[in-house]
């Protein structure tokens, strides 16, 4: 089992995030995205974003929804295609980096991210906040889950997020719709780990 407090940087190999089961791998969509996918708050064209072993992905596929996925991980996107087979869903993993989404040449309505934006700092923040403003027309909405800086103890190189950050990386094009205290589910710590779940519409 990877250690959490080890997570490596975006700057890093992609492959060794899943040269063992991350312990945010949990095997299941996490309880924030799925209560959003419950409500009806995705719709149209889904990407999600940094999307490791495919959970959420799978998830909006199974909304009846069309599903992307984007990772650097090539080992993460192999499992994850063969859990939408296995799944019966139909679901277009790609290998690409987040922080270039313009590449993709289209547009989705809806963007995830679970643990993707809280590895990037500095330049690579601002690329990937660039990045998203590409692909997201007005109205499209984008749903991040974070690492909370309410979160105790040292955890590697993962950036812990304030609500100002948040809010002041996101002031051009977006409007912040909410910023709410949850959890991301972790398979290493029942009580899972603070994190911010942030809802935007791009406007």
Known sequence: MADPTRHPRAGADPEDLYATRPPWDIGRPQPAFLALAEA?????????????????????????????????????????????????RTVRFLRQDARQLAELGEVFDTVLDCGLYHLFDGADRVAYADALRSVVPPGGRYFMLGFSDRQPGEWGRV?????????????????????????????????????????????
Do not use: Q, Y
């Open 40 to 88: 009806g708050a995705l719709r149209g064209r889904v990407l999600d974003a940094g999307c490791g072993t495919g959970e959420h992905a799978i998830m909006a596929a199974g909304f009846g929804l069309d599903a992307t996925g984007v990772d650097l991980a090539a080992n993460a996107l192999r499992t994850a295609e063969d859990k939408a087979r296995t799944r019966g």
């Open 159 to 203: 950036h812990k997020l304030t609500r100002a950050e948040i809010e002041a990386a996101f002031a051009d094009g977006w409007r912040v719709d909410s910023i709410e205290p949850s959890t991301i589910d972790i398979t290493t710590d029942p009580d899972g780990i603070r994190a911010w779940p942030v809802a935007l519409t791009r406007i």
